[in-house]
């Protein structure tokens, strides 16, 4: 076993996804787990799949029980992050699940956070792919410090970077529509998260222009395109199931030129070689249930002639590829071990 | 019990919900009721929640067999209707919850369903608002034919209506993404509407502008905005729930004098008088399970000025508004009886 | 609109299904609905499916507030009732849907909920079987005070009670496991009821003899078997749907020449005149799809001859028929009108 | 990659959870897939969780086939594998998902399959205790034909065995009532395994006697009990999920000296050295989404003294431990590899 981790809110969903990975990861071990309110509880009383750490105390969370680690993965609400990681060494690699060092744009941070700005680190979404060729994977090798990409900001640029980066869709009429598992909402003790609300339900949240992923997927596919602004209309869905996100996104075809042939080229161009994003076979939709628990994404990609539009759509776990499974590529990449290191690549179906 | 209502097709899931409610009908009764490979056994091998009718048996589908009732529904496959209904006397009240005499165009017709246009019929969704005032129930009073419209059109027409009718919203390049419930499926014996595959699991199917719904909504639409050309991209995603249509529509604001007073203005407007449409209060958005079982479309809007588009929002359940309600209001309507009688509008929540 | 009742305890799910209800009654009028830390707000931000009470302001739960209604029903938590009931006054018709009243034996009472007893009301099961005849339906006309059932009870005494009365079965060495859906765990904010943990799941709770049912349904058993007494192993089971029991209860039969005959044939003359309890067509099983909504028992029963034992099974909805259906058919009951009144007997399936 | 393996039946629920499970195995690699009607189809048409292996073509389900691998897996419907088997290699490891092989009793399996009894194989459930000391494992280390188990009989006999083996409960009166996820039955496309059908349904099935594990519960029963008739009421229930089984079974306490510590003692002491069959602490309960995708079987238990009963509880996915996990663990012990080679401890949740 090469590398110790810290898990810092690890009494969380995504905190008992990253440590089902690390469990299974040859190189990289759990340390340290802790947590906030829960902290003195044993990580069984949290996680009853995690049989063999059940015994396992969750410590408060602070720079001093997360030191002497190799690598610190940060499992933390936005703003409690920036402050943490910035009591930890420098030569640590820290791995940031929240959105407290995602965006480069202070104005953006400030206008969706309402906070001060914690200043931007290497973006972990090693598959998007970047305006003249090369991908984000690039960045991230010997990198110390590593900004976790938001669930559905990995689902929305996996689904449309490719048309970006190759012109063929335009980046000024983006229409993204996402039916999300409630795991991505945590453990909140709120109301409409009970399983009584969520049961044969589907219903929209922080429609309109205001969900905080926002400025992220924009900042993504200004990337791909190359410096363009992004117009993006964006709309999460609940939907009943604990994991996964379908995003469903269109953007407008830039030419009369472009067709069907020259869109799937773009996209299979994009993902021919990548180990976790894999564009369908003509005809075959993605379903969330074939990456569940799986650091995969799934995508496919039609043309609308009589629209104008292309649609692309991706599938992927939120915790996995969304989240924890995210943060240990990165530390692969990071660390100099294989990218796909301990990472499942087929999910738990049906 | 003024009238009795035959049922042709009624073992599939529309026939069930039409006979739950024709039970609860203080003026409409359960006469014949049919069905094809079926015929011969009983509604209470295919319906065990129609406990007063499990004895009734399901005799085959035939002019005859549903000759000598006030009113006829037909809940068949697209196809089977248009050739039975040309056999049944014009005086009687007949309304096909299938396709096939929806649309106005034959040329649409033919391009998206591939056979020869049987013709239209009076269309079933009173609330659709009609361009220079008036609304789609006006045509409905004294009507021997109605058309009852397909579930997912009557949520993105709901949705979207208004704001193309008062011309604060462009036809030209409308975006619906759809979460559906299984059971707009039908009872089809196919693998991928099998438990096991939808639990779960989020899917989109009929992606790229291929779903025949498609010109029927833009029929819709066309109404409301007054003639104009109707741009729609179109992408129905099934989840993990057995009723109910989670509609997100997305148009272009006109102009720059457009806001959110204007926008809702025309929402309330369009709404206001409506018994089975209701726009939500400011902040509170749609959630199918409020309509559960009821004859009831939940909407609420919002501008996104960022993005320079309204999102508007229906949530209908795919067999009552969507279907079997639909058909009893407007036979309502056609019979002179009030709109409102015997329809449910509390849904059944949570 | 011949009588008003007061709900206390409106923002929980007992309570909008108990609006829902009455909203359908001809007879039953809406009148104050009271909530304790969510007094103030409106019934439109709890229960987006009550359309027509949406603008209706919980009042506190007072006496004084509940005053002035012919009917009021309590949808409280234990122990909250008793000291309320006994402020209204004594003509007043009080319906209590917690436990408070309904135990006979102040010492189960004490047992199981380690308060002193508050004294027992009419027992509103109108269709347990007594025995030597007659039912629990004779106590109730006239009644001012009814202790409404709770939902795990129902369904496991509608279930067996007949095979008791009989004397088919015995009363020593019952056995009962419940799969149940979330909406009877109220809404209680605790992670385990979290939509997140329970979709995917099943999982018992209370097990080992500790369930408060229990003595609930030994006392109605008893009543049954003519005083027997009651030795009761019930594990209830949580599984992912809001609403429904389904209640697998077996029994030993209590001798040779008991055979299926005579056990169906003591179902059969049970249930053969109840309005809401059906014994379903032998070979058909219950499923709570087809209750949902609905103030409906489905029962069906076989006899398993290697075990020696009967297996009856019964399906209800947990909040209907479980709790607010019950609720309204104890009031028509008590207070003169048909019993069937207003109360929905088919289930919204699928 | 030391062995290869062929697939019987791979385009079934239990023919992909073999693959994704072998795909993650370090000495077991994927051979020749077989299928019935889907012969000449890939398995990426089937099972699109297995992206890896998407192009392989399904073969016809013959001897020829098969031949030439280290290991083959049938996971076809009871009757086609003996069959089958029986032109195999003596040296060949074979192993039966199906349930040809597994009695030993040819009455048993005459009474409840009504066919001749192709003889009985090495049973493969390394944790049964056997009365008198020792585990079913002891009979796997060098077998040539291993009978897997049936998921349900797994969960029962995982529950209950320790009680019976060290004589605490009494095998005359054991019920077990079980909720049990869809993919138990497979793809069969019938009208009660469809989503519409399930999602918001429990409903049990093949009540009163008649479910064919019922006989190899009572075998594995009667070896733990050191041969002891077995007495057992057995119902499984359909409950909306996927996957996973949750078995509820209680049995009589043998005596006065019985009580909660002696029956924990018993537990414990059958399951402490186990890799995956794990007693819980005291007081926390299984739940299914725990074991999600792993080879883990959760198991409490309790005593009730007022029911003179134990209540033991186990939950699996009855596609892992109960079918493919099963088999891949007994495939280890066959080849003398480590029983816990390639196979998954923690569940998938939440």
């Known amino acids: ?3 110790t981790v810290a898990i810092a809110g690890a009494s969380g969903y995504a905190g008992g996804e990253l440590l089902r990975l690390l469990l299974a990861h040859p190189e990289l071990g759990v340390g340290t787990v802790t947590a906030h309110s829960k902290a003195g509880e044993t990580l069984g009383a949290h996680h009853p799949q995690l049989i063999e750490l059940a015994d396992r105390t969750l410590e408060p969370t602070t720079a001093e029980a997360l030191a002497g680690h190799d690598v610190v993965i940060l499992a933390l609400p936005h703003g409690a992050s920036a402050q ?3 009591q930890l060494p420098d030569d640590v690699l820290v791995l940031d699940c929240g959105a407290d060092h995602r965006l ?4 953006a941070w400030r206008r969706f956070y309402g906070t001060e700005h914690a200043g931007s680190w290497p973006y972990g979404l090693p598959e998007l792919v970047l305006h003249g060729g090369g991908k984000q994977r690039d960045a991230l090798p010997g990198a110390t410090r590593v900004a976790v990409p938001g669930c559905n900001v990995t689902a929305v640029t996996l689904a449309l970077a490719p048309g970006l980066a190759t012109g063929v869709v335009a980046p000024d009429d983006v229409v993204a529509v996402l039916a999300c598992g409630t795991s991505g909402a945590g453990k909140s003790l709120t109301p409409h998260l009970l399983a009584s609300e969520i049961m044969g339900a ?6 309109g222009g205001v969900h905080r992923h926002i400025p992220e997927i924009q900042q993504n596919l200004r990337l791909a395109s190359g410096g363009a602004d992004v117009t993006l209309s964006f709309t999460p869905t609940l939907v009943p199931m604990s994991r996964g996100i379908l995003a469903t996104v269109t953007a407008k ?13 773009a996209w299979e161009q994009a993902y ?16 969330t249930a074939a990456v569940l628990g799986a650091n995969t994404a799934h995508v496919q990609v039609t043309v609308d002639e009589a629209a104008g539009r292309v649609v692309a759509v991706a599938a992927i776990d ?4 969304g989240t924890a499974g995210a943060a240990v590529q990165s530390a692969n990449l990071a660390l100099g071990l294989p990218e796909t290191l301990g990472l499942p690549v087929t999910g738990v179906a049906p």
């Not at 480069?104 to 104005?107: E, Q």
């Not at 075809?253 to 067709?259: C, E, N, P």
């Not at 021919?272 to 379903?287: K, N, Y």
């Open 104 to 107: 480069t744009d202070a104005a």
């Open 84 to 86: 943490l990681a910035a």
């Open 253 to 265: 075809l830039t030419g009369d030129g472009v067709d069907g042939g020259s869109v799937r080229s």
């Open 202 to 207: 589907a219903s929209p949240y922080a429609v």
């Open 272 to 287: 021919a070689d990548e180990p976790f994003v894999h564009l369908l076979p003509e005809g075959r939709w993605p379903t």
């Open 318 to 321: 939120n915790l996995t590829k």
């Open 1 to 3: 076993m090469g590398a």
